[in-house]
């Protein structure tokens, strides 16, 4: 158990509607990291926030956004979904900005039917 | 631009060493990260390069080489646990991880 957890840990949904993905970073750790992960692609880097505040972008599509919120907490909107969009969205903190030892969470699981 | 390389696949026997190679193309690099991943599991950290040269941490060792764009993982005393995926990840000074695809090793008895 890496101290990161993910909520829902199975989502299923339809072509064109909205979900929320959270994470909750492990205790005392300020940077958050969202990844998308699908069979073709790999593990792609999405985007970062540290204590609040975006600090990087990655190949994050424009119907996708995340926020940090001040008991930082992170959440990954994805609208407008696609089949293309089904993967394992992974959340990942460190204590510091720059990339140190980053701690997984277990994943979200998301079937867009 | 940006490019990391690995294999895709590699099998070896139990009690084996196996060498798990990775190569990159990134500007800005900052440092060089080995992450095991079992199957439908989350990654989890196993090393971190900065410097140059071998760092060995019990079974598991890594190495790399920042003039030569190369790294790579060394597994000893293989056990069937160690069936996983190894991915390569190569930070970029701005922004996050860049991952390879990972190799998927089987481990057999």
């Known amino acids: 158990d890496s101290g990161v957890t993910q909520t829902p840990k199975h989502l299923i949904t339809a072509t064109g509607q909205r979900v929320t993905l959270r994470c909750s970073p492990r205790?005392?750790?300020?940077?958050v990291y969202w990844y998308q992960q699908s069979l073709d692609q790999g593990l792609q880097f999405l985007i970062h926030?540290?204590?609040?505040?975006?600090?990087a972008k990655g190949n994050i599509l424009e119907r996708f956004s995340a926020q940090q919120f001040p008991d930082l907490h992170s959440e990954l909107n994805l609208s407008s979904l696609e089949l293309g969009d089904s993967a394992l969205y992974f959340c990942?903190?460190?204590?510091?900005?720059?990339?140190?030892?980053?701690?997984f969470g277990p994943g979200t699981r998301l079937t867009v039917t | 631009g940006q490019n990391i390389d690995q294999p895709t696949e590699m099998t070896a026997t139990e009690g084996a060493i196996v060498q798990i190679n990775c190569t990159y193309q990134?500007?800005?690099?900052?440092?060089l990260f080995w992450y095991q991943q079992h199957a439908g599991e989350a990654p989890t950290f196993l090393s971190y390069?900065?410097?140059?040269g071998l760092e060995e941490k019990g079974r598991f060792s890594s190495f790399l080489s920042r003039s030569k764009g190369y790294s790579y993982l060394l597994l000893k005393e293989l056990q069937m646990k160690d069936s996983a995926s190894y991915l390569c990840?190569?930070?970029?000074?701005?922004?996050?991880?860049?991952f390879g695809k990972g190799t998927t090793l089987s481990v057999s008895s």
């Open positions: 990942a903190s460190s204590i510091r900005e720059g990339t140190y030892e980053q701690y």
């Open positions: 205790s005392g750790d300020l940077s």
């Open positions: 926030y540290y204590n609040g505040e975006e600090r």
């Open positions: 990134t500007s800005g690099f900052n440092g």
């Open positions: 390069n900065v410097l140059d």
């Open positions: 990840a190569a930070h970029q000074a701005g922004t996050a991880l860049i």
